[in-house]
C-alpha cells in the first residue's frame, strides 16, 4: 500500500509545480523572452546554418538556467522544502519529482523555442529529426540543472554559480549532443550519440538518488 502512495504523493509534486508556473508564468515567460532575443540577434551576427547545434545549445542552456532551476530555488526562498522534507517521500523521490516537473517545463519551452529558431534563422534541414535528437539532448541539461540547483540555493549569486558548476558536470554530453543534432539536420540519426546522450542521462539522474540525503 506504501508504494501507491508514494506514487501519488510524487505525482502531487509534480502537479503542484506545473499549477504553480502555469499561475505565474514567470520562469516560462523569462526563458521565451530570452531565447527569442538571444535567436533574434544571432540570426544578425554569425552564419547560423554552420553552427546552428552549437548556437540552439546555447540558448537551450542559458535558456534552461534562467528558468528551469526556479522550480527547485523557490522551494528555498520560501522554506517550502522542510515540508517536502517532512512527507513520507524519501529524499531520492523528492529529487526525482523535481528532475521530472523540471523537465516537463524545459521541454514545452524547447518546443516553443526550436521552430522560432528555425523559422528565424531560415534553415531548410529535417525539422522533426533534428527536434527529437534536441529533445534528448535537453534531457541530461535539465537534470544536471535540478542536480546543482540545491548546492547554488542559498548563494546570492546563484545563477552564476550554477553555470559554474553546471558547465563541468555537462561537457562531456556536449560534443556528442552537436555531432547528433548536426547530422540530424541532415536527414542522419546518429544511433551511437544518441545512446551515450541516454546513458549520461541515467548517470545523472544515479547521481541525483545517491546524493539526494546530502543535497536536501
Known amino acids: 500500500m506504501k508504494r501507491p502512495y508514494d506514487l501519488f504523493l510524487l505525482a502531487e509534486i509534480i502537479k503542484k509545480d506545473i499549477k504553480v508556473e502555469a499561475r505565474s508564468k514567470a ?13 533574434f540577434l544571432f540570426s544578425f551576427s554569425i552564419d547560423v546554418e554552420r553552427f546552428f547545434s552549437q548556437i540552439i545549445l546555447l540558448i537551450i542552456l542559458f535558456t534552461s538556467i534562467a528558468g528551469g532551476s526556479t522550480s ?3 522551494e528555498f526562498d520560501f522554506e517550502t522544502i522542510e515540508g517536502l522534507k ?3 517521500l524519501k529524499a ?11 523537465l516537463i517545463l524545459v521541454l514545452t519551452i524547447t518546443a516553443l523555442i526550436f521552430p522560432i529558431c528555425f ?12 527536434f527529437l535528437v534536441l529533445v534528448f539532448a535537453v534531457i541530461p541539461i ?16 546563484r ?10 558536470v555537462i561537457f562531456p554530453v556536449l560534443m556528442p549532443a552537436m555531432k547528433s543534432i548536426n547530422l ?28 539526494s540525503d546530502h543535497i536536501l
Open 86 to 88: 517532512a512527507s513520507p
Open 27 to 39: 520562469s516560462s515567460n523569462q526563458m521565451l523572452i530570452f531565447a527569442v532575443t538571444t535567436a
Open 142 to 157: 535539465s537534470g544536471s540543472i535540478t542536480l546543482l540547483a540545491p548546492l547554488a540555493a542559498k548563494s546570492r549569486g
Open 119 to 130: 523559422a528565424l534563422f531560415n534553415l531548410e534541414g529535417n525539422f522533426l529529426l533534428t
Open 72 to 74: 527547485f530555488l523557490r
Open 184 to 211: 540530424a539536420y541532415s536527414g542522419v540519426f546518429d544511433l551511437v550519440g544518441i545512446l551515450f546522450i541516454i546513458s549520461y542521462s541515467g548517470i545523472i539522474w544515479s547521481l541525483s538518488i545517491l546524493l
Open 92 to 102: 531520492s523521490q523528492i529529487m526525482t519529482a523535481k528532475m521530472l516537473s523540471n
Open 159 to 168: 545563477e552564476m554559480l550554477l553555470l559554474a558548476m553546471l558547465f563541468p
